[in-house]
């Protein structure tokens, strides 16, 4: 569904005033305590950011993937750390039960998840399974009307605030592979889970990632998320549509930063004049400016092509490996602009740096695009 265009742009508006005048100024607190104040998640929920790509069947914004995109250049404005917040629920932790649940799981879990009531969090990395997710090892051994879940799954994003994962687990241990693996919407206060303390990262302190222990876990039968023996294309169209977002946040943390080093440049006098006046910086600026461009219009093209029922995966993936190393790019661009002011703290530039270079990692590594990107094209372009 489409928003008019008038309540559109509103939206827009507010989502920028709100990064401008609500979290920009405390992004440097949100790194040092490493949290998002209460108040803050609570506004974010107010202004129905954790149902953005919910249907408004379940009280959500219900917006187009063009939309969330558009969305999404505004939220990247800021540290990455905030969108995170939301990130789980509109993406890889609520889309398995929007694209894949039953009419009972969808009017248990959607509602809550749009208001931001609950949280959901996405469980398919293990410590043995990363890039090559099909290998995983979890099971979800059935047993009568319920399966009996055990393993370990590492790096999940939001899990200490989870009240529900979707999970990616073996149903079928004797199958290797793609095929034996099924997707279950899991509670997260059943007996037997257990969830790790956050890890200590690189970068985007205020959010958090912790191991997920299923042991001995007894979930009903009705947990199971499409049908047995599907899971692994659950995983891989949930991220279809995740990589689109990601790409969407890098490409407004690239404009972000296009416009601190526009305003240092401005400001900043070297050899009697601004540094902006030098070319070597204008050549900067420049690579900058055309690469955060081109990840703008490729992500609203993707997105446009997913709202169309097109497929995409293609597309998506070429957007998540263009943006998110074009934001690498550009943050490293950013330091050299703002030479020794862009290496302390005080500016907040080096912790861009650092936040940004997850997004080169998670959901698909920039080689698992390529190898999407390409897989694609030996399957299926006409020459
Ligand atoms: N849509 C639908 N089905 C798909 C699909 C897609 N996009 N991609 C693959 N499939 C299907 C295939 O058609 C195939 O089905 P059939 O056998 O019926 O034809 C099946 O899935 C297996 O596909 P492949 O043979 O291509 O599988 P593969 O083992 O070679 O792996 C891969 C493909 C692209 C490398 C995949 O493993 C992948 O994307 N890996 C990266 C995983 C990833 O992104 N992890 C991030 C986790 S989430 C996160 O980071 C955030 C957090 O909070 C932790």
């Known amino acids: 569904m489409s928003l008019d265009t008038d309540t559109r742009n509103q939206l827009i508006e507010t989502v920028r005033r709100f990064v401008r005048e609500r979290l920009v100024p405390i992004e440097a607190q949100v790194a040092e305590t490493d949290e998002v104040p209460r108040e803050i998640v609570d506004e974010m929920a107010a202004l129905g950011l954790f149902g953005l790509s919910i249907s408004q069947d379940y009280g959500g914004l219900g917006l187009s993937m063009e939309e969330e995109a558009l969305v999404c250049f505004q ?94 687990a073996r149903s079928d241990p004797e199958t290797p592979g793609a095929k034996g693996i099924s997707a279950f919407v899991v509670p997260a206060d059943l007996p037997g ?22 042991d001995d876990c007894r979930i009903p039968r009705a947990c199971l998320l499409g049908e047995e023996g599907e899971g692994f294309k659950v995983a891989m169209q949930v991220l279809d549509r995740g990589r689109i977002h990601i790409a969407a946040v ?63 995966s293609m597309e998506a993936s070429c957007c998540k490996l263009f943006a998110s190393e074009a934001v690498g790019r550009i943050a490293d661009r950013a330091v050299q602009i703002f030479g020794g002011a862009g290496y302390v703290a005080d500016y907040g530039i080096e912790r861009f740096y650092r936040d940004v270079r997850i997004f080169r990692l998670y959901e698909g590594t920039s080689q698992i695009q390529q190898v999407v990107i390409a897989r694609n094209l030996l399957r299926n372009l006409e020459v």
């Open 75 to 168: 939220l990247g404005q800021t540290s990455p750390a905030f969108r995170s917040v939301i990130g789980t629920n509109v993406g890889i932790g609520s889309q398995g039960i929007v694209m894949f649940g039953n009419d009972e799981q969808k009017a248990e879990w959607l509602p809550k998840l749009a208001s931001g009531e609950a949280v959901a969090s996405f469980c398919l990395t293990e410590p043995e399974a990363g890039s090559d997710a099909a290998s995983l090892r979890a099971t979800a051994v059935p047993d009568g009307n319920e399966y009996v879940v055990n393993g370990t799954k590492r790096y999940i994003t939001n899990a200490n605030r989870a009240n529900v994962f979707t999970l990616m």
């Open 193 to 214: 889970i257990t969830i790790g303390k956050p890890e200590a990262k690189m970068g985007q302190q205020g959010a958090h990632i912790c191991d997920v222990v299923f």
């Open 250 to 312: 890098c490409a407004g943390v690239a404009e972000r930063l296009i416009r601190e080093c526009v305003a240092y440049a401005r400001e900043r006098k070297q050899f009697g004049q601004a540094i902006g006046e030098f070319q070597l910086v204008q050549a900067m600026l420049a690579d900058s400016q055309t690469e955060a461009y081109a990840a703008r219009t490729m992500i609203l093209d993707a997105a446009r092509l997913r709202d169309a029922g097109a497929l995409h």
